[in-house]
């Protein structure tokens, strides 16, 4: 039986909306992603937000780190479409109840927030989610902490390294899968290739038949996909 790779938007379909934009998660819902991988900071107030860089000088009108702003004066900075920066809670609320599968992203691999995997996973608990979450990121440090919090999740570590043995990595370190930048074989570990819009990589992943790949086209390789 073949299986059939996953597609994630990362960060949401930044090909046609602002990335990490309600917009563009609504959108790609809509469309019938079958996932969505996004960034999870904490703003000094320890609210969950929504964005990839530390910083918010790329994607907003403002400049300054997130854990310098509280979220009231982080919501008088915009994104290029207009809209705030999202909370977790109302992505959340976007996307309970909808057939699509997540991945969180922990960003602490630059700046580490206190706490934020408790205040997290809390979160994601309290929500009708469909399918689990898969919780991802560079720093192993984090992903250690949320499980010993919450042992039931999928933890992935993100890498653009190779990974040696890494069954045995995995099993040593409670992941469920890794997330790399290129292919590698292996076997009983979930692999999720991320950032891939080249057409002729996304052939050779599919038929390798990874778990998933993360991609900022997530129609282009939807259509490729269904041609193979």
Known sequence: MTTKSLIYGH???????????LAG???????????????????????PVIMHDEKINRTTD??????DYSLAELRTFSLANGEPVPTLAEFLNLVSG??????????????????????VLRM??????????????FNLRSLQRAYAID?????????????GNPEWFCTSEHLEGL???????????????WTVDDPDELRQLFDHQVNAVI?????????????I
């Open 124 to 137: 994601i608990q309290q929500t009708d989610l469909v399918y689990p979450v898969v919780f991802s990121s």
């Open 62 to 67: 403002g400049m300054g780190k997130i854990a």
């Open 25 to 47: 998660f609504a959108y790609a819902i809509s469309q019938g992603i079958d996932g969505l991988e996004f960034d999870v900071h904490l703003t000094k107030d320890q609210v």
């Open 179 to 193: 997330h790399l930048e290129h292919y590698q074989p292996m076997s009983r570990v979930s692999q999720r290739v």
């Open 11 to 21: 960060r949401g379909v930044p090909v046609k909306f602002p990335e990490n934009s």
């Open 215 to 227: 991609t900022n086209n997530f129609e282009l390789a939807t259509d490729i996909r269904a041609a």
């Open 98 to 119: 909808e057939p699509v599968h997540l991945n969180l992203e922990f960003k602490t691999d630059k700046q580490y927030y206190q706490g934020i995997e408790r205040i």
């Open 151 to 163: 042992e039931s999740q999928k933890y992935a570590f993100l890498s653009s390294a190779h990974i």
